[in-house]
């Protein structure tokens, strides 16, 4: 679980820093919500009463299939994403997401290293409002084949 925190750990500096805007986080929530998607809902999936059921994991596949080859997109298309992908759910798997999500958000991601060049040119992008394509990275990319792969199993 560590991992999915990895990109994150610049990211907990950045809004620690004096004069950040609390704004500036609630613009950039979707794509943090959609980048931890995939190793959440790994996560969720092993607790009784919570798992992906064949028919949701037709209907999450080729939205998840699709990330990797998308154009860069913004926190704005990233929600539209997560609304799509979570209209699979049952209402206890938002549920127990939405608990999850909670959580992270309310304490500084930690854990996974510092960021490479690439995802610290990623993460200022992202901060910056330009539109980025999370499932790029090398870290999250992993992320999303796990899942996928668990996916196509059912």
Known sequence: MKKIFA???????????????PKQFEAVRPMFELMSFPMLTIEMDKQKGL??????AKKL??????????SEFTSK??????????????????TW?????????????????IPNPAEFTFIQNMLGGKPVNP????????????????????
């Open 61 to 70: 596949l080729p939205t998840l299939e699709s990330l990797p080859a998308r």
């Open 7 to 21: 990109v994150f750990v610049f990211l907990g500096l950045a809004f620690a820093q004096p004069g950040f805007d």
């Open 77 to 94: 298309e990233a929600d539209k994403i997560l609304i799509q992908l979570e209209k699979a759910l049952s209402r206890q798997q938002l």
């Open 135 to 154: 499932f790029r990275q090398q870290r999250l990319a992993g992320d999303l084949k796990k899942l996928t792969d668990l996916l196509r199993k059912r």
């Open 97 to 113: 997401l939405d608990g999850k999500r909670a959580a992270q958000g309310s304490r500084p991601p930690t854990g996974g290293g």
């Open 51 to 56: 798992q992906i059921a064949k028919a949701q």
